[in-house]
Nanobody, 123 residues
């Protein structure tokens, strides 16, 4: 099994920044993609950003040029730097990981999930 532990959520004013971290442990030998999804009240879960073990990234259009995902394979940790935050970024952010090389919004959901961390952006 794989355990994902997130940290870094919180409350920030619009225009501010937050950095999320996600540390993987356990049977991580077959992990490839890591990333974050988010879910706001009354909305569907959506992919925010993903990164493969090789460093290939993908982003939701709504966060491109504001969010940056990175990864330290030696520490089995992924990071999401969120800048220029907007009230519409408010959601619970979930770290996810999978043996596939790319995360997506398809029905084939990632195998492993973190517990979620709240991000609230005030206007």
């Amino acid at each position: 099994q794989v355990q994902l532990v997130e940290s870094g959520g919180g409350l920030v004013q619009a225009g501010g920044s937050l950095r999320l971290s996600c540390a993987a442990s356990g049977s991580i030998f077959n992990l490839n993609a890591m990333g974050w999804y988010r879910q706001a009240p009354g909305k569907q879960r959506e992919l925010v950003a993903g990164i493969s073990r090789a460093g290939t990234t993908n982003y939701a259009d709504s966060v491109k040029d504001r969010f940056t995902i990175s990864r330290d394979n030696a520490k089995n940790t992924a990071y999401l730097q969120m800048n220029s935050l907007k009230p519409e970024d408010t959601a619970v952010y979930y770290c996810a990981a999978d043996p596939k090389s790319r995360l997506s919004n398809s029905n084939n959901a990632p195998r492993y999930w973190g517990q979620g961390t709240q991000v609230t952006v005030s206007s």
